[in-house]
């Protein structure tokens, strides 16, 4: 267990739809990343949050949106669906340089 | 940015082999590369990792090397387990951007008995 907590761990929906995936950080990290891993590609970093505020953006694209919370959880919104983002979404946390934890993942599938 | 380039993309090794993956980065301001395995299903985990002021790294079974003039490093698995199957990844990150890591597309190693 890593202690970083994403919910939920499965997700069905329909094109042109709207989720939101949760993620609770280690307690005590105070950094906040979300990556992206699709069938056979690796992870692609997303985007990344420092103590509530944005400090690093990825390959992220305009539909998705993130923010991190004062109680330091963060969520991720992606809108208007596509089939190509059915993939299996990582959240991890650190401190701030270092090793990064990884969730369990929130897998979305796009219908 | 960042680019990470990581080679072979899979990697079949008798048991008790040994097994090399290596990976290039392009930015030569990052200083932090750390290795890290992905079992089927589940979530990536760090297995070891290196800093730019560090030649080589060893930890049992496994080691890094670096070699920042070429900017490359390598992951090194001595007697291979069938175990050590999975999806290895390496990465690349600058501290003074607080640890967002670039990570290479993936190693997938097979290690049969």
């Known amino acids: 267990d890593s202690g970083v907590t994403q919910t939920p761990k499965h997700l069905i929906t329909a094109t042109g739809q709207r989720v939101t995936l949760r993620c609770s950080p280690r307690?005590?990290?105070?950094?906040v990343y979300w990556y992206q891993q699709s069938l056979d590609q690796g992870l692609q970093f997303l985007i990344q949050?420092?103590?509530?505020?944005?400090?690093a953006k990825g390959n992220i694209l305009e539909r998705f949106s993130a923010q991190q919370f004062p109680d330091l959880h963060s969520e991720l919104n992606l809108s208007s669906l596509e089939l190509g983002d059915s993939a299996l979404y990582f959240c991890?946390?650190?401190?701030?340089?270092?090793?990064?934890?990884f969730g369990e993942g929130s897998r979305l599938t796009v219908l | 940015g960042e680019n990470v380039e990581q080679h072979p993309s899979t990697l079949s090794v008798q048991e008790g082999d040994s097994a090399v993956i290596k990976c290039t980065y392009s930015?030569?301001?990052?200083?932090?590369f750390p290795w890290y395995k992905q079992e089927l299903g589940k979530r990536p985990q760090l297995i070891i990792d290196i800093r730019s002021n560090v030649g080589e790294k060893k930890d049992q079974r496994i080691a890094v090397t670096l070699n920042k003039t070429a900017k490359h490093f390598s992951l090194h698995i001595t007697e291979t387990q069938p175990e050590d199957s999975a999806v290895y990844f390496c990465?690349?990150?600058?501290?003074?951007?607080?640890?967002?890591?670039?990570f290479g597309q993936g190693t997938e190693l097979s290690v049969k008995p």
């Open positions: 949050y420092y103590n509530g505020e944005e400090r």
């Open positions: 307690s005590g990290d105070l950094s």
């Open positions: 930015d030569s301001a990052s200083n932090y």
């Open positions: 991890a946390s650190s401190v701030w340089t270092g090793e990064l934890f």
């Open positions: 990465a690349a990150s600058k501290d003074n951007q607080g640890g967002k890591l670039i």
